[in-house]
């Protein structure tokens, strides 16, 4: 069983939708969650960083993460064509420990 | 704020030579970068972190001699890849970050290898 599940999609949406990005992991000790956007041959762009469970919102992005559950979220309102790249939700435990990726959701977005 | 930058984003070389990668922090200093490599429609892989004037630590099954990591200074870390063959095509990603251990990456983005 891998530490980080995503599934890797694509998931195709209409412009304007809202979308619902997930990851569950098994590791009890990650403390730190972060999710990144990355397009086609590029780096990745951090869109999210939270500590510990709870939600944060950035403009249209929101993310969630239950603890309890294991489960992480990235929300994207009024999705845009702009928003077709692929998304990688990443976390780590404290101190210095690496950073564990999922494999990433391909979304795209149609107008 | 916490710019990456890599170079060159593109590079194609001939079996056998050897390729160097750059990795700036531009505006912050980075006692720590970190180097993945990512194959297609697959998720990011740490190769190595590097250490500003110690030697890098390279994860398991990585060649230290074939990848060799050099971090002269608090922004600049470079990734020579030697005597490359057809199988080290790939992308290339640093990172790094301005904060403590617990502050999120910010990656550069990224260099495309091909070794003919």
């Known amino acids: 069983q891998k530490e980080v599940e995503q599934d890797p999609g694509p998931l195709s949406v209409p412009e304007g939708a809202i979308v619902s990005l997930n990851c569950t992991y098994s590791?009890?000790?990650?403390?730190?969650f972060m999710w990144y956007r990355q397009y086609s041959r590029k780096g990745p762009e951090l869109l999210m960083y939270?500590?510990?469970?709870g939600n944060k919102e950035d403009g249209r992005f929101t993310a969630q993460v239950d603890k309890s559950s294991k489960y992480i979220s990235l929300f994207i309102r009024d999705s845009q064509p702009s928003d077709s790249a692929t998304y990688l939700c990443?976390?780590?435990?404290?101190?210095?420990?690496?950073?564990?990726f999922g494999t990433g959701t391909r979304l795209l977005v149609s107008p | 704020g916490a710019v990456v930058s890599q170079h060159p984003s593109w590079v194609i070389c001939k079996s056998g030579t050897s390729v160097k990668i750059e990795c700036r922090s531009l505006?912050?200093?980075?006692?720590?970068m970190f180097w993945y490599r990512q194959f297609p429609k697959q998720s990011l892989m740490l190769m190595a972190t590097?250490?500003?004037?110690?030697?890098?630590?390279?994860e398991q099954g990585v060649e230290k001699d074939k990848f060799l990591i050099n971090h002269a200074s608090l922004t600049l870390s470079t990734l020579t890849v030697t005597s490359a063959h057809p199988e080290d095509s790939s992308f290339y990603i640093c990172?790094?970050?301005?904060?403590?251990?617990?502050?999120?990456?910010?990656f550069g983005n990224g260099t495309r290898l091909t070794v003919t």
């Open positions: 990172s790094a970050s301005p904060g403590a251990y617990n502050s999120p990456l910010h």
């Open positions: 590791n009890s000790a990650f403390q730190y």
């Open positions: 939270t500590y510990s469970s």
């Open positions: 990443a976390m780590k435990g404290t101190g210095f420990q690496k950073l564990v």
């Open positions: 505006d912050f200093q980075a006692t720590t």
């Open positions: 590097s250490n500003e004037g110690s030697k890098a630590t390279y």
